[in-house]
């Protein structure tokens, strides 16, 4: 199914206009072993050392998927801004988007896949590193301990250690990030584009979930009209769910 090919199209212009203005700096996930946290890992604000997605900030988190593999650049992480290690002291903007190659996403299990690929994230049980709150608006705010990054802790690190999550799925195929740390500005310009892929995702669940296929009064039938991947979910969902009444 094609669902977010035109959105990760849309990230490859944007990452071009930040490259127009060479605030790129490529990096790869790192494959290294992070000392993992079982039970949860509290960062109080007294041991913080670098903030990222402070309320006060603009924050912005998302993931998209394709199953054209040549979309994306595996183990790649595109940083606009300060890596952690430049960081200390500092509460930063932050933007993290996630883009991965996947397989055999049909109509059928594509909104089941998307939810356990959506709730890997929480399964990251890093030493020193805390997920402080995800809401449902897209953002994502987070804290590094004085000790993690004393030991080193930087994005390069976080990226592998989610791409490792990601890749524990046998339908996904490659993993590429987007990390902005530089400022709100450039923190927005992703926002927008994720407000997009909340639609759809929204679009999706109230097909999956409610089971609610009156085109008439839902206010996604513009995105469904756009998208062509939503049209055959639609239509899928709807068949099924009458089979079932039958």
């Known amino acids: 199914m094609n669902i977010f090919d035109d959105i990760v199209a849309e990230l490859r212009n944007t990452l071009e206009g930040f490259s127009r203005q060479n605030a790129i700096k490529k990096l790869k996930a790192e494959g290294v072993w992070w000392p993992k946290m079982k039970g949860g890992n509290l960062v109080l604000a007294s041991s913080t050392a670098v903030e990222l997605g402070n309320p006060r900030n603009e924050s912005v988190s998302f993931m998209v998927w394709s199953q054209k593999k040549e979309l994306i650049n595996d183990g ?74 004393e030991k ?30 530089s400022d709100s500005s450039d923190v927005r310009s992703l926002y927008h584009v994720g407000e997009k892929v909340e639609k759809r995702i929204a679009a999706m669940n109230r097909m999956a979930v409610e089971m609610n296929f009156d085109c008439s009064s839902c206010e996604y039938t513009d995105v469904c009209t756009e998208v062509e991947g939503l049209r055959i979910f639609r239509e899928h969902q709807s068949e099924a769910h009458n089979e079932k009444r039958n």
């Not at 997920?131 to 804290?143: D, I, M, T």
């Open 76 to 149: 790649v992480v595109h940083l606009i801004g300060s890596d952690i290690p430049q960081s200390r002291g500092k509460s930063l903007p932050f933007a993290k988007v996630v883009m991965l190659a996947v397989e055999g996403m049909d109509e059928e299990n594509c909104y089941e896949r998307h939810r356990k690929l959506e709730l890997a994230r929480y399964d990251l049980e890093l030493e020193g590193y805390m997920l402080r709150a995800v809401s449902q608006y897209l953002r994502e705010w987070s804290r590094v301990s004085v000790e993690a990054f």
């Open 152 to 181: 080193g802790f930087s994005f390069s690190i976080l990226a592998g250690e989610l791409s490792r999550l990601y890749r524990a799925f046998d339908f996904v195929r490659a993993v590429e990030f987007i990390i902005v740390t």
